[in-house]
C-alpha cells in the first residue's frame, strides 16, 4: 500500500468580522499577516506568534515580532508584494488603523478578517472572535475575562475629571467621540472636554483654553509628547495639571489592556 504524509486537516471555517464581513478562513490559519499592533501582540500572548509570517513596521511588541516575521510596510502603507509571497491565510486588520483601499485590494485576494473597536466590549469581543479563529478559544475567553474583570474592580469615580487628551502637536489633534481612546478616558475617571466633537479633530490653542480642562493627557502616541512640551501647554492653560501618559495603555486593544486598569 502506497504510504500517504498525513497533514494538519484544515476545515473552511465561515465567519463575520466586526465590520458585518464574511469571511472564509482555513481554520486553522498557519500563516497569518497582521497589519495592527496591538493586535500582533495578542497573537503572540495567545501562544500562535509561530505562525505570524507578516507583521507592520510598527509591532513593536513583542520585541521579536518583526524579526521572526516579515514586515510588509506599515499600517497605511501595505508592500502588496512582500504580503503576496508569504501567501497568508488569514489577514489581520482594522477599520481605525488601516486603508480602505489596500484592505480592499488585500481581500481580492486573502482572507481578511477586520476589527471595529471604538468601546472596551467591543475590544473583548475582538479577543474572543480572533482567538477562536486561530484556534485558542480557550486562552482568548481566559484573556478576555481576565481584562474585563480588571476593569470591574477599579472603582467608578465619584466625579470625573475634565480633561483632554491629546494625539498630535502641529496641529493639536485630540480624541473625541466614537474613539476607543474616549471609552478608557471614561473608565479612568475622566470626563472628555471635546467630547461634543467626533473622533479625532484639531483644534487650536483658543478652542483647548476655552475648554479648560483641569487635566491635559499628552499621550505618548503616535506623536511622541514628552516632558519638553509641558510648558507650551501649561502657557495655554495656566492652571491645569500637564500629564504624560502611555498611550500604549489608552489606545491598544490587545492583551495589553490586561494592563491598562491598573495604570488608570
Known amino acids: 500500500m502506497q504510504s500517504v504524509k498525513s497533514e494538519k486537516s484544515?476545515?473552511?471555517?465561515n465567519i463575520t468580522d466586526q465590520m458585518n464581513r464574511r469571511?472564509?478562513?482555513s481554520f486553522p490559519p498557519q500563516r497569518i499577516v497582521s497589519l495592527v499592533p496591538s493586535q500582533t501582540e495578542m497573537l503572540f500572548d495567545l501562544g500562535v506568534g509561530e505562525r505570524v509570517v507578516g507583521v507592520t513596521k510598527f509591532c513593536f511588541h513583542p520585541a521579536e515580532a518583526r524579526t521572526s516575521a516579515t514586515v510588509v510596510g506599515g499600517t497605511k502603507n501595505f508592500n502588496f508584494e512582500k504580503i503576496e509571497a508569504l501567501k497568508p491565510d488569514l489577514i489581520l486588520g482594522n477599520k481605525e488603523e488601516n486603508y480602505q483601499d489596500g484592505i480592499e485590494q488585500l481581500a481580492e485576494?486573502?482572507?481578511?478578517?477586520?476589527?471595529?473597536i471604538s468601546t472596551l466590549a467591543e475590544a473583548l469581543d475582538m479577543i474572543r472572535k480572533v482567538g477562536f479563529i486561530v484556534g485558542c478559544k480557550d486562552r482568548a475567553d481566559a484573556l478576555a475575562t481576565e481584562i474585563a474583570a480588571s476593569f470591574a474592580a477599579v472603582a467608578a469615580a465619584t466625579a470625573l475629571v475634565p480633561a483632554a487628551y491629546f494625539i498630535w502637536r502641529k496641529p493639536y489633534m485630540v480624541a473625541a467621540s466614537g474613539t476607543f481612546i474616549n471609552d478608557l478616558l471614561g473608565r479612568a475617571g475622566y470626563s472628555n472636554v471635546f467630547s461634543h466633537l467626533g473622533r479625532y479633530p484639531v483644534v487650536t490653542a483658543e478652542q483647548l483654553a476655552a475648554a479648560a480642562p483641569q487635566q491635559i493627557l499628552l499621550s505618548s502616541e503616535p506623536y511622541p509628547f514628552g516632558e519638553k512640551h509641558v510648558a507650551e501647554f501649561q502657557a495655554i492653560c495656566p492652571s491645569a495639571k500637564i500629564r504624560i501618559v502611555d498611550g500604549e495603555l489608552f489606545s491598544w486593544y490587545g492583551s495589553r489592556l490586561?494592563?491598562?486598569a491598573a495604570y488608570f
Do not use: G, M, Q
Open 109 to 116: 485576494k486573502y482572507p481578511v478578517w477586520l476589527s471595529d
Open 258 to 260: 490586561r494592563h491598562s
Open 10 to 13: 484544515v476545515i473552511p471555517l
Open 23 to 25: 469571511v472564509v478562513v
